[in-house]
């Protein structure tokens, strides 16, 4: 028998129809995702790009063919009525993930929301809480921390629950950029409060505080922090009058984890040279593991157990099948990048839908996140006095 490309394909999973509301920086991400990851993963369901949602017609029209989505909206409430649309995923600015999350957890609809779950504590707690009662209803809701889904970092946490550096002293977390560092860089929706919630903390510091959470397994209980705005006042984005820049620049803070490790993290978006510049390194007291975003198919892994005349760093080259998610990628040694954590995601997503388990991190997890934010903030009005950090049973 021959086949063609017009030959009707053998049963496949059935189809999971995803809707996206924001088609732009997370959005593409989101949607490379969503193409590729049944192409290369076996799946239990078949996602499938039912359609994307924006505010402008002709433009949301142009990414729907652009990205591969078979529709277009203009309405994220008309995506989420959608029949076809049996999950809501969410790429829009921070103001708006709460609204949209738990209209469509209430409309029986699975949720992937980008990071930071919200941009305060009592939005990521009502999200949380959306979220439990649609779990009851076999929904799943997930937040979008896509590191943890670097084959690296995967090991690095498999690793830590195998013992393999002991009990964790320290975790160290810098999550470095510079697009801020020019003054006439015009005053986005990242650079005001009432979008993003927060600056280089919520943006850069979310992804920080979750990796240090879930590498420990561990939830921090207090923080100590310091944050600065150095640029004040930034060009409109219309040109001509400046307007006041209302979050961080960058934040600095100390931990402490709920297993006794101490924690330290530095965030920046006005650190010349750096680009996407994320290191983590966990100290325990039989090893350590370091990990640098941008040399991310390397773990570097100490095993304090060596002979001190050949103790030191080595590199493992995490491309083997052996690594988590490499199982279905390219022969060891051919490397991914960072667009394939928006595949592991989605696929980590899909087979949690399909098994009506708890996915991870879950929206406790990402409120638990939100709780710590809140605490580095307020810790650094208060001239960085030590401040608690409520912790739920569910966490972590
Ligand atoms: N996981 C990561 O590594 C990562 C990286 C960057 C951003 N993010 C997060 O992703 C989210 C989006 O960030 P981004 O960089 O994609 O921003 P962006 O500005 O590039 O895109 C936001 C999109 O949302 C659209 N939008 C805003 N309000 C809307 C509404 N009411 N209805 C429909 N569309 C709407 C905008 O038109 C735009 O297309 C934020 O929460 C951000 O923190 C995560």
Redesign the pocket.
């Known amino acids: 028998m021959s086949y063609d490309t017009t030959t009707p394909a053998p049963a496949v999973a059935p189809p999971l129809g995803v809707g996206m ?7 593409q ?1 989101h949607s490379q995702g969503w193409r590729t990851v049944g192409r290369v993963f076996d799946l239990p369901l078949s996602p499938a790009m039912a359609a994307v ?4 017609p002709e433009a949301v029209r142009t990414a729907a063919a652009k990205l591969g989505w078979a529709a277009a909206e203009t ?2 409430r008309a995506l989420i009525a959608r029949p076809d649309v049996q999950l809501v995923d ?5 103001d ?2 709460a609204e ?1 999350a738990v209209a469509a957890l209430e409309a029986g609809k699975h949720v992937l929301c ?3 779950l919200a941009n305060t504590v009592a939005e990521a707690e009502a999200m949380a809480e959306a979220a439990r009662a649609a779990r009851a209803r076999g929904q799943v809701a997930m937040v ?4 943890r889904r670097t084959p690296a970092l995967a090991l690095a946490r498999r690793m830590v629950g195998e013992g393999r550096v002991g009990t964790l002293r320290h975790v160290r977390v810098t999550y470095l950029q510079d697009w801020l560092v020019d003054p006439d860089f015009p005053l ?3 650079l005001r409060k009432e979008a ?1 919630g927060s600056g280089a903390l ?2 850069l510091g ?2 920080a505080i979750d990796l240090a959470q879930h590498l420990a397994g561990a939830p921090l209980t207090g923080v100590s922090a310091q944050t600065e705005t150095f640029v004040r006042e930034r060009p409109l984005p219309d040109g001509g009058a400046l307007g006041p820049v209302t979050v961080d620049d960058a934040a600095l803070f100390t931990g402490r984890l709920e297993s006794g490790a101490l924690a330290s993290f530095e965030v920046s978006r006005v650190a010349a040279g750096r680009k996407n510049a994320l290191r983590v390194e966990l100290n325990g007291t039989a090893g350590s593991l370091a990990f640098d975003l941008e040399r991310l198919n390397e773990l570097e892994f100490h095993d304090h157990a060596t002979d001190a005349a050949e103790a030191g760093f080595r590199r493992i080259l995490v491309t083997e099948q052996e690594h988590p998610y490499l199982e279905a990628w390219w022969p060891p040694g051919h490397g991914l990048g960072y667009e394939h ?1 928006f595949v592991h995601q989605a696929r980590d997503l899909v087979r949690a839908v399909a098994a009506g388990t708890e996915p991870e991190p879950s929206f406790a997890d990402g409120l638990q996140v939100q709780r710590v934010l809140a605490a580095v903030e307020e810790s650094a009005e208060k001239n960085s006095v030590w401040t608690p950090v409520p912790v739920s049973p569910d966490t972590v």
Not at 53 to 56: L, M, N, Q
Not at 144 to 147: D, E, I, L, T
Request: charged share 20%.
């Open positions: 509301v924001g088609y732009a920086f997370m959005g991400a949602c924006g505010r402008d309405d994220w969410i790429c829009t600015p921070g708006s993930h949209i980008e990071k930071p979008g921390f896509n590191y986005a929706w990242r993003a919520g943006d979310a992804h954590t």
